[in-house]
């Protein structure tokens, strides 16, 4: 199972909209909508930032969103902010013998 | 609060052994799954396994099949993975995080760095 497709890196200046892609297959994002994306500060552990494809958990900010269009997934961040500055991981579901599949990450940097 | 706690991370030689435990605290543990996750030094997240709430249901990566062994203790509130044959490119930071549905793994414990050199 390969990893799913990022871009290397994001930036945005404070208060713009980004949005990060993660392409997959029809064996693991078209597939399912159980699609996440997590947050990771340099030396920290993973955040939870989306689950099911767009369910925010609770705490983390509404600028914060997730959508799905075929076999990509994506992660929109408004109103950037220093803060946000992290590396960003889509995962998905897959059906295959590894049943989850993460994606190659997205380094987002806050101009 | 709902926290992970990972330890038994080290360096051993290529072919050795080493077994990480997860100490759970703040909820039920043994009402969810859980899993471990790896992260090599400067690259990215890596599934490893899984294990259903009441170890009826194990799940490994390919590329740790026959090596590694998940198990759980409930009573105890702790996750283990039992790493075998350890290999050079074995070497990452492992997290154990809790798997509330299918596509949520919240929270993550910091991780124990596993260093694989002879």
């Known amino acids: 199972q390969s990893a799913l497709t990022q871009p290397a890196s994001v930036s945005g200046s404070p208060g713009q909209s980004i949005t990060i892609s993660c392409t997959g297959t029809?064996?693991?994002?078209?597939?399912?909508?159980?699609v996440s994306w997590y947050q990771q500060h340099p030396g920290k552990a993973p955040k939870l930032m989306i689950y099911?494809?767009?369910n925010r958990p609770s705490g983390v900010s509404n600028r914060f969103s997730g959508s799905k269009s075929g076999n990509t997934a994506s992660l929109t961040i408004s109103g950037l902010q220093a803060e946000d500055e992290a590396d960003y991981y889509c995962?998905?579901?897959?059906?295959?013998?590894?049943?989850?599949?993460f994606g190659t990450g997205t380094k987002v940097t806050v101009l | 609060e709902v926290q992970l706690v990972e330890s038994g991370g080290g360096l051993v030689q290529p072919g050795g052994s080493l077994r990480l435990s997860c100490a759970a605290s703040?909820?039920?543990?043994?009402?969810?799954?859980m899993i471990w996750v790896r992260q090599a030094p400067g690259k990215g997240l890596e599934w490893v396994s899984y294990i259903s709430s009441s170890a009826s249901t194990i799940q490994y990566a390919d590329s740790v099949k026959g090596r590694f062994s998940i198990s759980r203790d409930n009573a105890k509130n702790s996750l283990y993975l039992q790493i075998n044959s350890l290999r050079a490119e074995d070497t990452a930071v492992y997290y154990c995080a809790r798997q509330s549905t299918m596509a949520q793994f919240d929270p993550w414990g910091q991780g124990t760095l596993v260093t694989v050199s002879s």
């Open positions: 703040g909820f039920t543990f043994s009402y969810y799954s």
């Open positions: 995962s998905s579901y897959a059906t295959s013998t590894t049943p989850y599949v």
């Open positions: 029809s064996s693991d994002i078209g597939g399912y909508n159980y």
């Open positions: 099911d494809v767009s």
